[in-house]
């Protein structure tokens, strides 16, 4: 039986980072070198070190990367320049929201000087944007799952990376424990591919800016803990002195003072949903065709999860000249998405929560105050990549009170959709088997 390893050895593997990049046409001279001067900037990259013996060690790693470190687009990197991380399988770096996974996977190939779709793709609901060359493959949560079902041993993979595991969706947690028995079947039996070769141990990265660390550690048998610092600018931060009774009404009044008085640079608006971002937008849209000529211009941008694809990146479009850009989101752009040009954001201290009335058997989007956790990354955002502001649209008294981090959605909704999945994953072989169960 043919080891994966041995079948990369005799020239079935992967190429190297830098045969790829020649067959893709990589940015040579000083493109190149601007791209391995930033990556070399980011804090992660102190750390790559440390960082890499863990992984070559451990089988499970986790990794506490402050806002800005670069964990998010340099750990995948590292590991596919480590051939004997891989054994010529794919890195799978798993994002809980759809946007995210497309935009750090460009990144991504953008730094690696290859074509996205080969080296480095991404697959979401609806579109695959990958093919057989592909090395790193950015995908949501769900769709790990639904592969879960179709390959329980996760044969294609050698690497999994979760990446903002605080986030504790349904879908997060139930990959979690997915994984952890794919890492033990595979660790037990080292089961066998499409080509019958032997499937190594299933490495296992779990990444976040905030996290409950020892929880997780626990979970993966004692896995170890690193810790990264962030590359975050000061942000200063503004509260209300009373709680603010249409937090709307108010968040328009601070976008139009701050295009008002403050320098140059982006806003973020943190909205509760859908029907709050698109009446805002008509506010300041309206109110931005009243602005004096010695005031930048507004450009509205909307962000949020029902937005098709293609709307969604425009928030990463340059900003014109002459114009500010003020992008209201949901709790889409608290994790993940780096927005280049946001210098202030204002929040309203709330967001939605779906949650489960056992008796009404129903569940309910509510609106609640955000957690601590989500309070520190939403004004994280300000400080990327310079000093920033943050507004807070409630009383720097009431931030004792809010809980530390967000409730877990497994604790919160209903689990039958979570049941249903385990029942076809555990029926799955009886189902392959069928037919031949009613052979005469």
């Avoid at 995908?139 to 993979?157: I, Q």
Wanted: net charge neutral.
């Amino acid at each position: 039986m043919e080891t994966l390893r041995e079948g990369r050895e005799r020239g079935g593997g992967d190429p190297t980072t830098s045969d790829a990049r020649k067959a893709n046409g990589a940015p040579t001279g000083a493109k190149r070198e601007e791209i391995d001067r930033v990556r070399k900037s980011l804090p992660i990259y102190r750390a790559k070190d440390r960082l890499m013996e863990e992984i070559r060690k451990s089988e499970t790693v986790i990794i506490i990367g402050e806002t800005g470190s670069g964990k998010t687009t340099q750990i995948p990197q590292y590991v596919y320049e480590d051939m004997t991380l891989t054994n010529g399988l794919m890195i799978g770096v798993t994002q809980p929201r759809r946007v995210a996974a497309v935009s750090v996977s460009r990144r991504v190939a953008d730094e690696t000087g290859t074509a996205h779709g080969t080296l480095v793709g991404y697959a979401i609901r609806f579109e695959d944007v990958s093919s057989e060359e592909t090395r790193i493959k950015f995908l949501t949560d769900g769709m790990l799952l639904r592969e879960a079902v179709g390959d329980p041993l996760l044969s294609k993979y050698g690497v999994i990376m979760i990446d903002e595991a605080h986030e504790r969706t349904l879908q997060t947690d139930f990959l979690l424990g997915t994984i952890k028995g794919v890492q033990r079947r595979r660790r037990e039996s080292l089961g066998e591919d499409q080509y019958g070769r032997a499937l190594p141990p299933l490495r296992v990265i779990v990444m976040s800016a905030t996290l409950e660390a020892s929880s997780f550690s626990k979970f993966f048998d004692g896995a170890p803990v690193i810790y990264s610092r962030g590359r975050t600018f000061p942000v200063e931060m503004f509260y209300t002195e009373e709680p603010e009774e249409d937090y709307l009404d108010a968040a328009m009044w601070t976008v139009l003072q701050v295009n008002e008085e403050e320098a140059a640079g982006d806003v973020l608006v943190f909205l509760t949903g859908q029907e709050e971002i698109e009446s805002l937008g008509r506010m300041l849209r309206e109110k931005a065709s009243e602005l004096p000529s010695n005031v930048l211009k507004l450009n509205v941008v909307l962000l949020f999860a029902a937005l098709p694809p293609e709307e969604q990146m425009k928030v990463f479009e340059p900003t014109p000249l002459g114009t500010r850009k003020v992008v209201l989101a949901t709790n889409i752009a608290e994790t993940s998405l780096t927005i280049n040009g946001i210098r202030y954001v204002v929040d309203s201290g709330l967001s939605k929560l779906r949650t489960h009335h056992p008796r009404s058997g129903v569940d309910e989007l509510l609106v609640t105050p955000i957690a601590q956790s989500q309070a520190q990354q939403r004004a994280g955002r300000a400080g990327r990549e310079a000093p920033g502001k943050c507004f807070r649209l409630y009383t720097e008294e009431i931030m004792p009170s809010l809980e530390k981090y967000v409730k877990p959605e497994l604790l919160r909704t209903n689990l039958s959709g979570v049941v249903l999945q385990l029942k076809v994953r555990i029926c799955r072989a009886r189902i392959e088997r069928f037919p031949e169960t009613i052979k005469n």
